[in-house]
């Protein structure tokens, strides 16, 4: 909580929305995968999402069995590699798509 007393708003409507706006685009964290290979580019599958914060990062896997904090993005694989697949770190995106049906359809060509 603030010590800070006003009684008028410092910002109008628009620009307190554009000061959080701000404030939300330059801590947000970076998206990551962590994506499991079986062999040699033969099969794989998401295993666990994460974020990287600026001092640490946070992943959960995909079907919730595992929590796990680090410092580096890079620490989790670790985590993830049991012998029978090897783990990679995959960054998602900024301009990905929010809502499942702004996606494109699976087997779409995403760069064409």
């Given at each position: 909580m603030s010590d800070h007393i006003t009684t008028e708003p410092l910002w109008d409507e628009r620009g307190f929305a554009a000061f959080l706006r701000g404030l939300v685009e330059d801590d947000a964290p970076r998206l990551f995968?962590?994506?499991?290979e079986y062999g040699e580019r033969h099969?794989?599958?998401v295993a666990a999402y994460g974020m990287a914060f600026e001092d640490h990062t946070e992943v959960i896997s995909c079907d919730g069995s595992l929590r796990v904090q680090t410092v580096r993005p890079e620490d989790v694989l670790r985590h993830f590699d049991d012998g029978s697949a090897k783990a990679r770190l995959l960054w998602l995106s900024e301009s990905l798509p929010t809502k499942?049906?702004?996606?494109?359809?699976?087997g779409a060509d995403r760069d064409a």
């Open positions: 995968a962590v994506g499991l099969d794989a599958h499942p049906s702004e996606r494109a359809p699976q």
